[in-house]
C-alpha cells in the first residue's frame, strides 16, 4: 500500500488514556471493496448497505476514499444502486 492510502482516513481516539489510530468509515468500506477478493464481495456490499442504511457517513465522503483506495470503478455501481 502507498503512503497516501496508508494515511488516508486515520482518526486518533483516546481509549484508557492510550492514544490509538484506527480508520475512519468511509476508509473502511473503501478497504472493504479493495480486499473484495480475500473477505468477499457480499462482506463490502453489506458495509455499504449498513453505512448508508444509518447514514453513518456521507456519499462524499465514501466516494473520495474510494478514489484514494482506486476503487471507483467497483463501488460505483453499487454506490449508485443503494443510493
Not at 47 to 61: F, G, I, N, P
Not at 66 to 75: G, L, Q, S, W, Y
Request: aromatic letters at 8%; charged letters at 35%.
Amino acid at each position: 500500500m502507498t503512503r497516501k492510502p496508508f494515511e488516508f482516513g486515520v482518526e486518533e481516539h483516546r481509549i484508557d488514556r492510550v492514544q490509538v489510530r484506527v480508520y475512519g468509515v468511509a476508509k473502511t468500506v473503501a478497504d472493504c471493496f479493495k480486499f473484495r477478493n480475500k473477505i468477499g464481495i457480499d462482506v463490502a456490499i453489506e458495509a455499504l448497505r449498513e453505512v448508508r442504511q444509518h447514514k453513518t457517513v456521507s456519499m462524499d465522503s465514501l466516494w473520495e476514499a474510494a478514489k484514494v483506495c482506486r476503487v471507483t470503478r467497483i463501488m460505483r455501481p453499487y454506490m449508485e444502486a443503494i443510493s
